[in-house]
């Protein structure tokens, strides 16, 4: 199945917020019936958009976290061997989410890739590596970058069928209830966790092998 297009987004409410569905799809005598039928209200959180300006300030906290948690495990491991300088390593990496299929993961899938199961830390100098252990971090891991990419795309493909056998994109009728959607939704979102979580030890294991 070919990459199908994401539907183009409504524009902003006078509040800010993006409605998921455009307000003729609301007006429609089977979209809109079937939208309501499934529990979507055109005021309804579900049915809203994250603002650009939300977003952002979600990234900002994850990021904090993550630098957060950068710091508590390079001094919980420095107080164990002496020294540990352990940089953040993304398995699916920042070209990815800066990238036309970045919107799919943060805005359809609720993932952030500062959060804990997308990263592996990895060692900033050889004095990390050989005082805790830790492969030592690439910067950029082409290979990886183009697998993941391959899976994200895959993944998009998926969720936007999905989307159509549930009706969102359909000119009319249903085929799966919103319940349904939202159960394949999250089975597809935590086959995503379990990939990059399934990747990390092969990509330490590769790094080890090549140091």
């Known amino acids: 199945m070919g990459e199908l297009k994401e539907p183009v987004r409504p524009a902003p409410g006078a509040d800010g917020a993006t409605p998921a569905f455009h307000k003729q799809q609301w007006d429609h005598p089977l979209i809109g019936s079937m939208l309501r039928d499934a529990g979507f209200a055109p005021d309804d959180e579900a049915s809203i958009m994250p603002t650009a300006d939300n977003r952002l300030a979600v990234f900002a906290a994850a990021s904090k976290r993550l630098q957060d948690r950068t710091e508590t495990f390079n001094r919980d491991m420095t107080a ?3 020294h540990c300088h352990a940089v953040p390593f993304l398995v699916i990496d920042q070209k990815i989410w800066d990238g036309p299929h970045g919107a799919f993961l943060y ?105």
Not at 114 to 119: A, G, L, P, S
Not at 192 to 200: L, Q, V
């Open 80 to 82: 164990r061997h002496g």
């Open 107 to 211: 805005a359809q899938m609720g993932l952030i890739g500062y959060d804990e199961w997308n990263v592996i830390m990895l060692a900033g100098d050889p004095q990390t590596t050989a005082s805790c252990g830790l492969a030592g971090h690439p910067g950029f891991l082409p290979s990886v970058t183009q697998v993941m990419t391959e899976h994200v795309i895959a993944w998009k493909t998926r969720h936007n069928a999905l989307l159509e056998t549930y009706g969102i994109t359909a000119t009319g009728g249903r085929d799966i209830s919103h319940e349904q959607y939202e159960m394949e939704k999250d089975t597809l979102r935590n086959e995503i966790i379990d990939k990059a979580g399934w990747m990390k030890p092969r990509i330490i294991d590769e790094l080890l092998r090549k140091a």
